[in-house]
């Protein structure tokens, strides 16, 4: 059996005096999208965090395509083809959104071109020389997974990227993940709306109190929805 893109055994992190992470163990195989499910302040976010080395402390194991990461700085984690959208996205108002996209430098080989980019998001062609908060929320979402993709990053964690957008948007953005998919990009998703991430993820992992309670395929879904509901109140 190939080798999990990434896979973390008993996950253990901190901010500061706050243990967060409780021994988490989960694997995503290359090409896969999986969504992390969960309560506010059930660990998902921090899971992202700590894959990129983001979080005060971390203990147990990380690996990214067999490479251990839990001691490495999150610079040389995204040499390893990691990119993370965080839920701010981080778009710098004194860019234009062309400019914002071609901030970061190339990380890993295969960086997406921007021909390509623009084609996948036309609206950012269009708004190229706008400034970067003159965009829309949901060009802004789209802006800030572009430019990961720009730097070759081939394991896309992102965080909460259909909150507060329209639905339309949130249509375009579900577009975008199906067509990174047949790609052969690998995604971990951390999603609130549980009808955007449903029919995106092949598995399903649900977090409580810092570790994964439970883990299901696409297959399994609709036998699971129930207790989803208790976890999740979906």
């Known amino acids: 059996m190939a080798t999990p893109f990434l896979e973390i055994r008993n996950l253990q992190g901190w901010y500061g005096e706050s243990h ?25 976010t921090s899971t992202m965090r700590a894959i990129m080395g983001l979080i005060g402390s971390r203990k147990g194991s990380i690996k990214v395509r067999g490479t251990e990461t839990i001691s490495l700085s999150p610079h040389r984690i995204a040499r390893l083809g990691v990119g993370y959208c965080p839920e701010e996205r981080g778009i710098f108002s004194s ?40 965009l829309s929320g949901g060009e802004q979402q789209m802006l800030a997974v572009a430019r ?13 990227i259909s909150e507060g957008l329209a639905p339309v948007i949130v249509q375009k953005l579900a577009q975008m993940i199906t067509t990174l998919r047949k790609k052969g990009y690998t995604i971990l998703m951390v999603e609130q ?16 109190h810092g570790r994964i309670q439970q883990a299901f395929t696409q297959a399994e879904l609709p036998s699971k929805l129930d207790s989803l509901h208790e976890y999740l109140g979906v």
Do not use: W
């Open 20 to 44: 967060v992470l409780h021994g988490v163990d989960l694997d995503v195989n290359e090409g896969e999208v999986v969504t992390l499910l969960g309560r506010n302040g059930a660990g998902r």
């Open 95 to 134: 860019l234009s959104a062309e400019e914002n996209l071609m901030l970061p430098p190339m990380l890993a080989q295969g960086g997406m071109a921007v021909s390509e980019i623009y084609e996948m998001f036309p609206n950012l062609k269009e708004r190229a020389h706008s400034q970067g908060t003159r």
């Open 148 to 160: 990961i993709l720009r730097t070759g990053a081939r394991l896309l964690l992102l965080d909460e």
């Open 193 to 208: 709306n549980f009808r955007f991430a449903a029919p995106l993820a092949d598995r399903f992992l649900v977090m409580e």
